[in-house]
């Protein structure tokens, strides 16, 4: 029996279910669609970073029973022992996505097992932004937003010490943004309709299991005959990014800290080296405190009169001197605060179980939780932006968190926190969405986050990919920044960028010049440049101390300026196509087989591939150019597809742009910069 809907078919025959010609599921013998189960989780959380258990209790493989069709929709009846237990509804919408609705028919279940149908050969991408590996194929990847750790592989020294001093270590699929979707190579996607917790399994050869631990609302899928077209209809589902302002390519967003009179004296200096600056982002705008990790801001969310006298003329001085102004905030407020007390007494926080404000701990300081299902204190922290960073000037922040939610916490509509955590990236990402559209500002500010979920694509401005590790480790290094945006982007997030130089100085990661430099050279190929001077930023190497390296970032900044015009059309295509500004290889190289495992490199845009250098003391590097007419950007050499071995001394990140780009001229200037 089938439905057929606007030239896209369904069909279930055998006990097999097909969408345009690609089999989504088989039941065999051996291999249920479904299981049902319940289990008891146990989760605890430090600091962001999160010990999570499940113990199953029970898991029940259901089968087809029987299948009835409608007018405009198939329903297939599951059960186990005679017993129905499962509906599931399959529609055609109007676009002809096909849509899949679960119903309980019998019993109070929390797990839910579906197996997808695989094949050998097929890989997968996507599951929000993932650090260590691209293709999915091969792992399983819990999905749960969360610090994503410090080092990020279990084998390595700096994650063992990092769990062993604080349950910081992370693994390979911790990340601030999961999300329930993936694209297969077999040219559909898959999107939950879900924030419960959920463990995507794509080891097994045959299937994908998909657990949640929860009943979601739906499944989602649609086909393509190219990947374009294909993250072109998700972002459609998804919602897209709304653009960058034009300032933003004007050089660099420069990380400083230390009030007025110390940026001042810096950026002379840098502007003295010919460095071109877009922005001045000062994360401590509103004051600072100090722990054992470093220096850390002081989350008031007003600024700080002591380091930053009378911000809002300084701001309007930087403006006059061609420099934007940009600052950091948080959805947690810290005790002890003038605007804690203005929370409290509006009861616009977050309680415990006994009715109290919840008071996180991050690390020596605690702070209270703005409980956006309030709409009193939504309103009330949407203003607190508006009032205190626009209206005092600021020309952007970084929107930090999102990932703390507890478990245990009492929400004012008193939603299960279990399901609210991963949604909560969202409902932050909303509110500076909606503070910067309310004032009118949307063409003018540039806010950019970490952590997400799905939703975010719609108002998450920019992506930032976290705090990598001031190192060159390919889990959390400037290597893990490269397969963030192409994951990202594959989930229809598609402009990202990362802190250059990284972030993380902590058990003997110390960042030397070389790794600035090389992350600088990177940044430049990319949608938004912006540096940090990291956690501890005496202890580590500042591009401000060091002429040669300051001649070095002069020369991206430069370049970062003159790609303008090919940029903008990248970010054009981002904003009304979906697709992601960095892009993997095969997005337009279909039948080029060893693009599809490629998750150090990347094209920016059509007609750039930029393979940056990811390891220390680098001469040369191996790159794979798929099959075209590229032409080195440095060199002028003309290549074709194939593997080489290409010069990388500093200042030479492997770029090549397309012999055919119409904006070739553009590229030659280039080679002088």
Not at 85 to 94: A, E, I, R
Not at 275 to 302: C, L, M, P
Request: net charge negative.
């Amino acid at each position: 029996m089938s439905l057929i809907k606007q030239n896209n078919k369904l069909t279930i025959h055998d006990q097999t279910v097909t969408f345009n010609n690609r089999i989504l599921f088989q039941q065999t013998n051996e291999s249920p669609i479904l299981f049902l189960g319940h289990g008891e989780e146990n989760i605890k959380m430090y600091r962001g970073n999160f010990d999570i258990h499940d113990h199953v209790e029970e898991r029940i493989p259901l089968t087809m029973m029987d299948i009835t069709e409608e007018n405009e929709f198939l329903e297939i009846n599951f059960g186990f022992q005679e017993q129905q237990y499962v509906t599931l509804k399959l529609q055609l919408d109007d676009v002809g996505r096909l849509r899949i609705q679960p119903t309980i028919d019998f019993g109070e279940w929390n797990r839910l097992w579906i197996r997808i149908k695989a094949d050998e050969n097929e890989n997968v991408y996507g599951a929000g932004e993932q650090m260590s590996h691209f293709n999915l194929r091969g792992r399983h990847f819990p999905l749960w937003t969360s610090e994503p750790g410090i080092g990020r592989n279990k084998k390595n020294m700096t994650t063992f010490l990092a769990d062993a001093k604080d349950h910081a270590g992370g693994d390979y699929y911790t990340t601030n943004y999961p999300e329930t979707t993936f694209v297969s190579t077999n040219h559909y996607y898959c999107h939950t309709d879900s924030y419960y917790y959920a463990d995507f399994d794509f080891s097994n050869n045959e299937y994908h299991e998909l657990q949640y631990w929860g009943i979601p609302d739906e499944w989602i899928f649609e086909t393509a005959e190219t990947y374009v077209d294909l993250i072109g209809k998700l972002s459609n589902l998804l919602g897209r990014q709304f653009g960058l302002p034009d300032w933003t390519n004007d050089g660099i967003n420069v990380g400083l800290q230390g009030g007025t009179e110390r940026i001042n004296t810096i950026i002379k200096t840098m502007k003295n080296r010919d460095v071109q600056i877009a922005g001045i982002w000062a994360q401590d705008w509103e004051g600072t405190q100090t722990t054992s990790f470093g220096k850390r801001n002081y989350w008031n969310w007003h600024y700080d009169d002591q380091l930053y006298p009378g911000l809002p003329s300084q701001i309007k001085t930087w403006h006059e001197q061609g420099m934007k102004f940009l600052g950091y905030i948080n959805p947690y407020v810290v005790n002890g605060s003038p605007m804690f007390e203005d929370g409290r007494n509006g009861g616009y926080f977050a309680k415990n179980q006994d009715g109290r404000n919840y008071l996180v701990d991050f690390g020596e300081f605690e702070c209270a939780v703005v409980d956006f299902t309030n709409p009193e204190a939504f309103i009330w922290f949407k203003t607190v932006i508006k009032v205190n960073l626009i209206d005092a000037g600021l020309d952007g922040w970084m929107a930090d968190f999102g990932e703390y939610l507890p478990t245990d916490v009492v929400l004012h509509d008193h939603s299960d926190p279990m399901v609210m955590h991963n949604k909560w990236p969202v409902l932050w990402a909303k509110c500076n969405y909606e503070a910067v559209h309310e004032a009118g500002k949307q063409d003018d500010i540039v806010y950019f986050m970490r952590a997400g979920a799905a939703g975010s694509q719609t108002y998450n401005q920019l992506l930032w990919a976290g705090d990598q590790s001031v190192n060159w480790s390919l889990d959390d290094g400037l290597a893990s920044t490269i397969p963030a945006a192409l994951s990202a982007g594959m989930t229809g997030n598609t402009l990202t960028h990362s802190d250059i130089g990284g972030y993380t100085s902590m058990y003997g990661n110390v960042r030397d010049k070389e790794l600035f430099m090389r992350w600088a050279e990177m940044a430049a190929f990319t949608p938004f440049m912006r540096s940090h001077e990291g956690n501890r930023p005496a202890s580590n190497f500042q591009v401000y101390n060091d002429d040669g390296a300051l001649d070095h970032l002069a020369k991206f900044t430069k370049i970062f300026q003159q790609l303008k015009p090919y940029r903008q059309t990248v970010i054009d295509e981002a904003v009304n196509q979906g697709l992601p500004a960095q892009r993997p290889l095969f997005m337009h190289y279909e039948d080029d087989v060893n693009a599809y495992d490629i998750q150090y490199e990347y094209l920016f845009g059509r007609d750039l591939l930029v393979a940056p250098v990811y390891e220390a003391d680098q001469v040369s590097r191996h790159v794979y150019l798929p099959n075209d007419e590229w032409i080195n950007l440095w060199s002028g050499e003309q290549l074709t597809g194939g593997d080489y071995d290409v010069e990388a001394q500093i200042g030479r990140i492997p770029v090549f742009y397309r012999r055919d780009s119409p904006l070739k001229p553009l590229f030659e200037k280039l080679k002088s910069s």
